[in-house]
């Protein structure tokens, strides 16, 4: 299909050569970022259908990759785009690892009519699911958008494209994955928006889909969250070399909906009292329309970036502080956290305690959803030795602010060796949920000819989860206390040094080429 697809492009683009649209100077070239340009203008009366034009976009790349210990990439367990250290719950866990990886390839191309219309199709070849990079990987599609420049101060977008959210990027040669999970919150969204140049300023908007923020997996009926993201950004161009931006996301997300939840099929579709046990009481009626109400949680957050280019040096930087960011393609170390009251009181640092009302609480089965709130940011430098030859440093954090509301690991899973299976990596009850996650790194890079570039890239992971609050201090050593008689029993904690450290810590090394073959 992908083939078929290509042929009428492949076509277009070995015939005559037409002269390339007008682009726009009036923000300099290595400021400009997908999300940022605003594309190209000047007015026409009226135009042939010869106006329309096609070009091939994209680069062919193929890169060695290492790690000495396992990382994860989005939640699994493999090298295509590592984001951050696993920590050792299985065997292989410490094992060194390596594949070779053509996957993050980009093929598109860009049609544009006249100077007011351009559409923009993107796609690579990644799949964070799958450690191997075999006959069964698919394309993903990155971008596919299209945006009209009605007046040089004015532009309308509509598809899948960069984040109107925290819209700085940090330097890379990773193209899939660089630092999705230590400060670049956002990364890909479908959208429809509008840009608007003022002076030094550019404003924008957007409204676009939540579904994809939630957790690593593939979501499905995202569009039974009926609220979409709702973003507004200012970028200010103080000097020809120096940006400024901030941002600011929110939406509700629709986490449970009991109204419409399959697990409900074969019951009354709307709470009726004169339908229920005879023995009801008004509580019991009461707590049974309560469970039938929908759940909805905040998410959004806001966003601080620069871009400042001087001489030979480059520079990136940008912070986020927000809550329920996280997302397939996005910096959010931790999903909203679902539990129950039973299992809050039992790994919390009161779980010891019995009798009374804390055996009715951990009796509950009632579901709470927990929000974390995290801040992330990263700073990154690109330095032009000379033309051919190039150097760089990064460095980003993200982290957790109210930790305690996190899942931890169960004490109980953490001595025993994980059988080999996705769950393993993602289940908070065996690796602890995310806390805290470092990236350092450092990348240099080769071009012997145009369009051909050599890279190498090492980057160190360090990556904190989270305990059970009880195993650790001195409530470790209580096995039960009960406040009211005064009665408890003590155990033997065991050896904290025979458990999995809730560090998780790698270093991984790429070492690969690339073509680019943008116009």
Do not use: C
């Amino acid at each position: 299909m992908m083939i078929l697809f290509l042929l009428p492009i492949f076509s277009l683009a070995a015939g005559p050569k037409k002269k390339p649209a007008k682009e726009s100077t009036e923000i300099p070239k290595e400021l400009q970022t997908p999300e940022t340009k605003l594309g190209e203008t000047g007015p026409k009366e009226s135009l042939p259908l010869s106006a329309l034009e096609y070009k091939i976009t994209g680069m062919f790349k193929t890169d060695f990759a290492y790690a000495n210990n396992s990382v994860l990439s989005f939640g699994f367990d493999n090298l295509v785009a590592p984001t951050m250290a696993k920590r050792q719950v299985q065997a292989r866990d410490s094992e060194s690892r390596s594949g070779i990886y053509p996957t993050s390839s980009l093929l598109g191309t860009e049609i544009t009519y006249g100077t007011k219309l351009k559409g923009v199709f993107e796609a690579d070849f990644v799949d964070v699911s799958k450690s191997s990079a075999g006959p069964e990987t698919k394309a993903r599609v990155r971008q596919i958008y299209f945006k009209y420049t009605p007046n040089p101060s004015l532009e309308i977008f509509l598809g899948r494209t960069w984040d109107l959210f925290a819209g700085v990027f940090p330097h890379s040669f990773n193209s899939s994955a660089f630092m999705s999970a230590t400060g670049n919150v956002g990364w890909q969204r479908e959208q429809i928006g509008a840009w608007y140049k003022l002076g030094k300023f550019k404003f924008g908007t957007a409204i676009g889909t939540t579904g994809f923020h939630n957790d690593p997996q593939v979501k499905i009926n995202v569009e039974r969250n009926s609220m979409p993201t709702v973003a507004v950004r200012i970028d200010w161009f103080p000097t020809p070399t120096l940006m400024f931006t901030t941002s600011a996301l929110g939406t509700k997300l629709k986490v449970s909906d009991p109204y419409t939840d399959t697990t409900r099929d074969g019951s009354f579709l709307h709470y009726d009292p004169s339908r229920q046990d005879p023995n009801a009481t008004p509580i019991s009626g009461l707590l049974q329309k309560e469970s039938n109400k929908r759940t909805n949680l905040a998410a959004g957050g806001v966003s601080f970036g620069f871009t400042w280019k001087w001489g030979p040096l480059e520079s990136k930087g940008e912070i986020t502080y927000g809550a329920n960011l996280n997302s397939v393609t996005a910096s959010g170390i931790s999903p909203f956290q679902s539990t129950t009251y039973g299992n809050e009181i039992t790994d919390s640092q009161w779980g010891f305690l019995s009798g009374g009302y804390f055996n009715d609480a951990k009796a509950s089965t009632r579901t709470k959803y927990n929000s974390p709130r995290e801040v992330t940011g990263f700073l990154s430098f690109n330095y032009e030795v000379t033309k051919q030859f190039g150097i760089g440093i990064h460095a980003g954090v993200s982290r957790v602010t109210n930790p305690e509301v996190l899942v931890g690991a169960d004490y109980n899973q953490l001595t025993i060796s994980r059988s080999d299976s996705f769950q393993w990596t993602s289940n908070p009850r065996v690796m602890g949920a995310l806390r805290e996650n470092h990236d350092y790194g450092f990348r240099m890079y080769y071009d012997p000819d145009e369009r051909v570039r050599f890279f190498f890239q090492t980057d160190l992971f360090r990556t904190f989860y989270k305990d059970v609050d009880r195993y650790s201090g001195q409530s470790a050593h209580i096995a039960s206390y009960d406040p009211v008689t005064g009665a408890g029993e003590l155990r033997d904690p065991g050896n904290k040094y025979v458990r999995a450290s809730a560090l998780g810590e790698a270093y991984s090394v790429r070492l690969g080429g690339l073509f680019r073959f943008d116009p």
